[in-house]
């Protein structure tokens, strides 16, 4: 009797500790990491320092609240391309290119692509000017070489747009903006990428057609 | 009688198990205690707190703006994770259907809903958005994996393929962690280490370190699934590197202190201190398996009670179906584990939830019917280490003793993965044979 | 057994091994001969939001922009159109299909001789500058009409400027808030 009592209890142990299998889930998929290389602005104007000078900019990874500014990163992955076209077709005669590389941003050119359109190559020859990413809640670090000026990192977002209401407006749940209006990138950060070349260095047209692309090593 | 004498060789070999060090301890308290302080989580904690904060202010002043709240939503979601305060979910998912319900069509808008509701485990609602999301077309890249993820998840490998293939991208982080996923599932566990090798490096090229930390604590499950404690071990050190605030990887260490060392002592101590600044339910089925390794019912019955209490809570809805499952089905309400896997199966139609119908109807005394479905479902369909230790227990009763032979020689391959209760009992199986 | 210290540590070197070969092949001078593919574009402001089909929005991110004016053109017309249903003109005297035509191939046209702006009403589209309202502009252009007064509550989005002053010098764009 007691001999059975002894194995009743070991099968009632064994009735409760059977089987459970607990082992670490495999946690959710990360949210998307190909954001990174979301172009949110372009601009293209002369220097407001020097009128001989072009500026670029190209912003990314928008919508910044400022602790998030402080850990945003450029992808090391992913090419900002400035094209420029001085012969009125729409494809680039010149790029400048910037990759990002150990905490430096590493800008090439202008130079004549070995390859228009979607597949780059760093046209590498003329060398790189070099700057250091300024960090958040650092004076702007601003490397220089051939002419040229370079920046990279986090600045206030310059757009400014009540998008919000726009896309009320287009949805059909409102007739009209509002007066004032309310900036939706108001006090918003982006990463930026400003580059400052001579325009000697463009060409000699008078209009250029210009634009930015993204692209991920492959 | 032959029950009994089951119960008695696995009760010896545990017992044995209890008092035969293993070879050597592989957690090392000196390498990981500086990640057991509640200060880490709550640096993290503060920041997710503060752009909350600033996100809510801006919602406040433009009510309804929809980029605010999808914004929140994000941060919400994150901050479930970060807290395992569910309610947080819950805050993110109705700020989301606002959003959609009076801007339907946004992509982004019904890949955040997927999201939710992937880590709510309910997977058809899933399957609705992210459809949604890929018939609008838009950023169709994230949409297909979010879909192979979904497909997966239900157990459509094929469909999971497909959808990869088309948008195949060794470039792509986002990618290769799918990858992972797919190999893993066909049962390719080294084909998959090799992709979320190679997704680790593509982070560090890219210099995101939640994405590293992410890829390395990963990686790590994956190394102790091989067998590589030691190498799992240090890539979890490694993660925790990149992220002090890592629970997984803490989780890991506790689980190699348990079922590699055998230091049961140091895995409660870890796992409490999970408990104390992350409450997840998830924690006492852990101590309960602990507990029964350790022979003391008592408070492997607190911990088990414990955890259907907080899992059974509406708040978790589907999220802890499959553990509710199984400890029914051992607690003597295989009936109700029964319900539990039809519901599971419908929304997971996966060999995995099939497994769990299985064992539910195998322990409700239908051995006939548990092995039906085993055939039709489950065998050569998963090559889990769980659902081979049942088919294999399943198999020996029906005694079909080579097939059950083979799935607890497999089952047995992953001790590591299923604990030492576990493969105690596979051996004590095997034994028999 | 399988999780042997050996192999536990060789395994482990080896994924150190191949970590720090990863980064070998990145040097940071001179540039590696890698390819890169591109994923996403701009010229003009604003304009794949307001125009391109959000089924479309992949496609015109990755077509070339001397493409785009074949491949969108219509598409973009038919935009205008359906925002607008009274277009006739606007202020530059553009009619539908003129005026989507020149959007349709989305570059940013700079001039190198004079005043860089979106436009200041004399200068139209001869770069962009970072305090100009181009979005104002794109509106009144879009819902504006030949004199500007159509549809006055669809004109002008009433945020005309920037939250933060810009800068004088490089890098031009104000610090991060």
Avoid at chain 2, 194 to 212: F, Q, V
Avoid at chain 2, 307 to 322: C, D, E, P
Avoid at chain 2, 324 to 339: D, H, N, P, R, T
Wanted: proline residues 4%.
């Amino acid at each position: 009797m007691k001999k059975k009592n002894l194995l009743l209890t070991a099968l009632a142990l064994f009735a409760t500790a059977a089987g459970i299998v607990w082992a670490a889930d495999h946690i959710d998929a990360p949210a998307v990491t190909s954001t990174t290389s979301d172009i949110t602005d372009y601009y293209a104007f002369q220097s407001p320092e020097n009128p001989e000078n072009m500026v670029f900019v190209a912003n990314l990874q928008g919508l910044l609240d400022p602790a998030a500014t402080a850990s945003a990163k450029f992808d090391e992955q992913v090419m900002i391309e400035f094209n420029i076209d001085n012969t009125g077709d729409a494809v680039e005669d010149l790029v400048i290119q910037a990759i990002f590389q150990d905490g430096k941003i590493l800008a090439y050119g202008p130079a004549v692509p070995s390859e228009t359109g979607l597949v780059s190559r760093i046209e590498s020859e003329g060398g790189a000017v070099e700057a250091e990413i300024t960090a958040y809640n650092e004076s702007a670090i601003v490397g220089s070489g051939k002419g040229m000026k370079v920046f990279a990192g986090p600045r206030d977002d310059p757009f400014f747009f009540d998008f919000a209401r726009y896309s009320d407006i287009i949805a059909g749940n409102a007739a009209s903006f509002n007066n004032p209006g309310s900036d939706t990138f108001a006090g918003t950060n982006v990463l930026s990428v400003v580059i400052e070349v001579p325009k000697s260095m463009l060409g000699n047209a008078a209009t250029l057609n210009t634009w930015v692309e993204s692209k991920r090593k492959i | 009688m032959k029950n009994t004498v089951f119960i008695l060789v696995s009760a010896l070999i545990i017992m044995a198990s209890v008092f035969i060090a293993p070879q050597y301890q592989v957690a090392q308290k000196t390498s990981y205690e500086h990640y057991l302080s509640p200060d880490h989580l709550r640096k993290s904690r503060q920041e997710l707190a503060s752009r909350i904060a600033f996100w809510e202010q801006k919602l406040q002043a433009a009510p309804g703006n929809f980029v605010y709240q999808k914004k929140l939503a994000g941060l919400y979601a994150a901050g479930f994770k970060l807290t395992g305060d569910i309610t947080q979910l819950h805050r993110s998912d109705s700020l989301l259907l606002a959003v959609n319900a009076r801007l339907p069509g946004r992509v982004g808008v019904l890949q955040s809903l997927t999201a939710n509701a992937i880590t709510r485990h309910a997977f058809r609602e899933a399957e609705g958005y992210i459809r949604k999301a890929c018939d609008i077309g838009e950023d169709r890249f994230t949409s297909s994996l979010m879909l192979a993820d979904v497909a997966l998840e239900r157990g459509n490998l094929l469909e999971a393929s497909l959808l990869l293939d088309g948008i195949a991208s060794g470039s792509h982080f986002d990618y290769l962690i799918r990858e992972v996923k797919l190999h893993d599932q066909s049962d390719e566990l080294d084909k998959a280490v090799r992709s979320m090798e190679k997704a680790a490096g593509l982070a560090r090229a890219s210099g995101t370190s939640s994405a590293i930390n992410w890829a390395l604590s990963n990686l790590a499950d994956m190394y102790g699934h091989q067998g590589k404690v030691k190498k799992a071990y240090e890539t979890y050190l490694q993660a925790l590197r990149l992220d002090p605030a890592d629970l997984h990887s803490l989780r890991g260490i506790a689980w190699i202190a348990f079922s590699h060392d055998r230091n049961t002592e140091e895995a409660k101590r870890i796992v409490r201190f999970l408990q104390s600044i992350h409450p997840m339910p998830d924690y006492d089925l852990f101590l309960a398996e602990i507990a029964a390794y350790e022979q003391d019912t008592a408070t492997e019955r607190m911990h088990k009670e414990q955890f259907l209490r907080k899992a059974s809570a509406q708040a978790y809805g589907n999220m802890y179906k499959s553990y509710v499952c199984q400890l029914k089905s051992e607690g003597g309400e295989a009936a109700e584990a029964l319900e539990i896997a039809a519901e599971e199966i419908g929304e997971r139609p996966h060999p995995m939830s099939y497994h769990l119908l299985a064992w539910a109807a195998f322990r409700h005394g239908s051995p006939q019917r548990a092995l039906d479905i085993l055939e039709q479902h489950v065998i050569g369909q998963t090559g889990e280490p769980e659902a081979l230790y049942h088919a294999g227990v399943i198999l020996k009763e029906a005694g079909r003793k080579e097939a059950a032979r083979a799935h607890l020689l497999a089952a047995r391959e992953a001790s590591f993965e299923l604990g030492p209760v576990v493969a105690a009992e596979i051996q004590g199986h095997l034994e028999q044979l | 057994m399988k999780n042997s210290l050996k192999t536990g540590i060789l395994a482990f070197m080896a994924i150190a091994i191949a970590f720090t070969s990863c980064n070998d092949d990145d040097p940071i001078a001179p540039a590696d001969n890698s390819r890169y593919m591109q994923e996403d574009q701009m010229g003009r402001p604003a304009i794949n939001t307001v125009f391109v089909d959000a089924a479309e929005k992949d496609k015109f991110n990755t077509t070339t922009p001397s493409q785009q004016g074949p491949s969108f053109a219509d598409k973009f017309q038919s935009k205008l159109l359906a925002l607008n249903p009274g277009y006739t003109n606007n202020a530059l005297g553009l009619d539908a299909e003129t005026f989507t035509g020149i959007l349709a191939t989305d570059v940013l046209t700079v001039s190198t001789e004079g005043k860089t702006t979106f436009f200041d009403g004399t200068n139209v589209l001869t770069g962009r500058a970072l305090a100009d309202d181009v979005i104002s502009v794109e509106l009144l252009l879009i819902f504006g009409g030949p004199e500007g007064a159509a549809n006055p509550g669809l004109t002008d989005d009433n945020v005309d400027a920037n939250d933060k002053a810009f800068l004088n010098v490089f890098p031009y764009l104000a610090t991060p808030h």
